[in-house]
């Protein structure tokens, strides 16, 4: 049912070429095409609904069609199969499916630079090992995202442009037919560079739902990452962002309670869209050419996933665009980090001493500073030349935070200007 629209679509162009090729009247082919857009109209309105004892979709158009306009909807089938037409009809749906998703996998990147741009300089620390590590801030954080959907967004239109390249209609069941048809004519008309080039690969591929599948598994993976990091940072542990309370529920008992449920279930929901995927290469895996009912199962995996992701997108995009930062917090974590350490080494390095010997130095200081609840920026310049004469007044201007990243200039850093370039970058990307 979920087809119907490109099953009528598709039978349009086919009886326009038939009728074309003098395999059906001109007459049959006004007839067909008055009686498909009729049916059309009549699903829109709820004047008809589709029968649900049907064998398939495409049996329910054809007997509707009959029904309205006689002997001319049974000779609408001329030339084609069920086989070609399903093998058409998905295409055609997966078609706009997939624009859909990438209109709005551009949102969603559109609304995370705009967080980014305004979160370009709260300083942050990077982690590796979900341990502090060095310092970048919460926009070059937020970009990184940007950058994994970017690709998704390239996955998915790489994706359609090759479930765009050839169109099975004409196949027939899986040998053609003797019918003259013009399957360039019908390719055309339906959107595609030209027809299959294998009547048999035609009604039996599956690889654009197998690759479609993919691309959408690989988005809700980054998908689920962004969400992972999302509950970490809302969480009282880090609190390092507010989440708005339309996309948070309560617990039943514990009134101070704000769970982050969006996100979970997005988390959760990615192991599905693994398993539609996981579904559609196993169902191919064994399959002897060239169609088997088996295939069938083709729609449901495809769709779920579609499904899946779409309800995904449009959660996740409101809920960043109305996610609150709280960078005093951030820096506070930054700073109790330790993670100005490796510019204290290079400082020393930058002096002198050798890397491994400033590395030693450096770590001596930080135990030293866990010890006694210090950080590096609290040390005195005395109890800094404990450590080595090398330091001077402008040790402290090395490892202040902001100029931490600021100083860290090599390109795709986290600097103010390379996150606002990231930022530019991205968005001409989804422009060009």
């Given at each position: 049912q979920r087809m119907i629209a490109q099953d009528m679509r598709g039978s349009g162009v086919h009886a326009a070429m038939l009728a074309k090729q003098g395999i059906i009247s001109e007459k049959d082919c006004e007839d067909i095409l008055s009686g498909l857009a009729s049916i059309a109209d009549d699903l829109a309105s709820g004047a008809l609904e589709i029968d649900p004892n049907a064998e398939d979709v495409h049996t329910f158009v054809e007997q509707t069609l009959t029904a309205r306009i006689g002997d001319a909807g049974k000779r609408l089938h001329t030339g084609r199969s069920r086989n070609d037409q399903v093998a058409l009809d998905i295409r055609l749906n997966l078609r706009e499916a997939s624009l859909h998703l990438q209109g709005q996998i551009k949102e969603l990147i559109l609304t995370i630079c705009d967080q980014a741009e305004k979160s370009s300089s709260y300083v942050m620390p990077g982690y590796t090992h979900l341990q502090r590590a060095?310092?970048?801030?919460?926009?070059?954080?937020?970009?990184?995202?940007?950058?994994?959907?970017?690709?998704?967004?390239?996955?998915?239109?790489?994706?359609?442009?090759?479930?765009?390249?050839?169109?099975?209609?004409?196949?027939?069941?899986?040998?053609?037919?003797?019918?003259?048809?013009?399957?360039?004519?019908?390719?055309?008309?339906?959107?595609?560079?030209?027809?299959?080039?294998?009547?048999?690969?035609?009604?039996?591929?599956?690889?654009?739902c197998i690759e479609l599948t993919s691309a959408m598994a690989t988005c809700m993976m980054h998908l689920s990452r962004l969400s992972e990091e999302i509950i970490l940072w809302c969480s009282w542990e880090f609190k390092f962002i507010e989440l708005d309370d339309a996309f948070t529920t309560g617990s039943s008992i514990m009134p101070q309670k704000k769970n982050p449920d969006v996100t979970e279930l997005i988390r959760g929901k990615t192991g599905r869209v693994y398993g539609d995927l996981n579904t559609l290469l196993v169902m191919m895996k064994g399959i002897p050419l060239a169609y088997d009912k088996d295939m069938q199962e083709d729609k449901e995996a495809v769709f779920d996933a579609v499904d899946t992701l779409e309800l995904c997108l449009k959660t996740i995009t409101p809920m960043l665009a109305t996610m609150t930062p709280l960078p005093a917090n951030m820096r506070r974590a930054?700073?109790?980090?330790?993670?100005?350490?490796?510019?204290?080494?290079?400082?020393?390095?930058?002096?002198?001493?050798?890397?491994?010997?400033?590395?030693?130095?450096?770590?001596?200081?930080?135990?030293?500073?866990?010890?006694?609840?210090?950080?590096?920026?609290?040390?005195?310049?005395?109890?800094?030349?404990q450590y080595s004469d090398l330091f001077e007044a402008d040790i402290y201007d090395a490892i202040d935070l902001t100029h931490c990243c600021e100083g860290r200039t090599s390109y795709g850093g986290p600097t103010q200007a390379s996150v606002l370039k990231q930022i530019a970058d991205v968005k001409s990307k989804i422009n060009c």
């Open positions: 060095q310092p970048v801030t919460f926009g070059h954080q937020l970009m990184a995202y940007a950058w994994m959907l970017l690709r998704d967004l390239g996955r998915m239109q790489d994706a359609t442009a090759r479930m765009d390249a050839e169109c099975p209609l004409g196949s027939g069941a899986l040998a053609g037919t003797t019918y003259p048809l013009d399957r360039f004519y019908t390719a055309q008309e339906l959107g595609f560079a030209a027809p299959c080039g294998n009547s048999i690969d035609g009604v039996s591929d599956r690889d654009f930054a700073a109790k980090g330790f993670i100005n350490a490796t510019d204290c080494a290079d400082y020393l390095t930058k002096k002198g001493m050798p890397f491994r010997d400033a590395y030693k130095c450096t770590g001596t200081m930080v135990g030293a500073c866990i010890r006694a609840d210090k950080t590096l920026e609290e040390l005195t310049l005395d109890e800094f030349k």
